[in-house]
């Protein structure tokens, strides 16, 4: 079990989607159907679970196209901002993922993971800071159509990322940028992060505690030791490889993790 430890910590800084918002499997959808019109006659259909995890998740929109696209050995022009969504270019396919997601949030709304929130409350509730993050740029859009906003001092999305020049995941800049809005040096800072590039931000940037989420749940270990168990196929693969990453504990949920100490009142 993960335990946020107060007394050290004064923020935990959440990535968005498959951590506090039900979107991850929203987004691998919308990849899949456009990857999968663009492979047909060049290669095999993207895995709706492996591709996206390896290639997809965690990264800023372009930065996938590029990466999952080059992991089959196919190169596109970049096009530009003005391509038709859907035009083979890698502006064009990022488009067209960003088209059906916006509609698929539209019209199915967004929910929050119930353990997400309740951990939330319980560390406001003890004096920590939070703040939520995102590769997407509809980051601000998710969190508040979930009606989390409230729960979080800082949000902090690809749209600010664009704006400001951040490199993405896995470079740290967005996280260390989450703990400079927060006025916090990242040794007090927790991340939790369900993709391996975030995973490796995280680490990279020297932050105090790298949870790991992995909700497929059969490669975590629950004996407390914090180590991933050797669970079979890809649940235990995904979670040996957050912790290669660089996480310091993996979880199925986060009703697997505790809150204990409290921030001194008058302290940042």
């Known amino acids: 079990m993960a335990t946020f430890d107060l007394t050290r910590l004064r923020a935990v800084v959440f990535d968005t989607d498959g951590v506090v918002t039900d979107t991850a499997r929203v987004h691998a959808a919308a990849w899949k159907h456009v990857f999968d019109a663009f492979l047909r006659g060049r290669s095999?259909?993207?895995?709706?679970?492996?591709?996206?995890?390896?290639?997809?998740?965690?990264?800023?929109?372009?930065?996938?196209?590029?990466?999952?696209?080059?992991?089959?050995?196919?190169?596109?022009?970049?096009?530009?901002?003005?391509?038709?969504?859907?035009?083979?270019?890698?502006?064009?396919?990022?488009?067209?993922?960003?088209?059906?997601?916006?509609?698929?949030i539209a019209h199915h709304g967004v929910a929050a993971f119930p353990s997400t929130v309740v951990l939330l409350h319980e560390l406001r509730q003890r004096g920590c800071r939070t703040g939520v993050v995102s590769a997407s740029r509809h980051c601000h859009a998710v969190v508040s159509s979930a009606g989390l906003l409230h729960l979080f001092d800082v949000v902090l999305g690809g749209e600010d990322a664009a704006e400001l020049g951040l490199p993405g995941k896995p470079d740290p800049a967005l996280f260390l940028e989450a703990a400079r809005r927060l006025e916090l040096p990242p040794d007090v800072v927790a991340i939790v992060e369900d993709a391996l590039p975030g995973v490796e931000a995280a680490r990279?940037?020297?932050?105090?505690?790298?949870?790991?989420?992995?909700?497929?749940?059969?490669?975590?270990?629950?004996?407390?030791?914090g180590v991933p168990g050797d669970g079979p196929g890809a649940a235990g693969a995904g979670a040996r490889a957050m912790r290669a990453a660089g996480a310091d504990v993996v979880v199925a949920d986060l009703a697997d993790t505790d809150v204990s100490g409290r921030v001194p009142v008058g302290r940042p």
């Open 204 to 225: 990279r940037g020297g932050f105090g505690l790298v949870v790991g989420v992995d909700r497929s749940g059969s490669g975590v270990d629950r004996s407390g030791s």
């Open 44 to 104: 095999a259909p993207f895995d709706v679970r492996a591709d996206y995890l390896a290639f997809v998740d965690g990264r800023p929109r372009l930065d996938g196209v590029r990466t999952f696209l080059a992991s089959r050995g196919i190169s596109i022009p970049e096009g530009g901002p003005q391509d038709e969504p859907g035009a083979e270019t890698v502006h064009g396919l990022g488009l067209a993922k960003d088209a059906l997601f916006v509609e698929a």
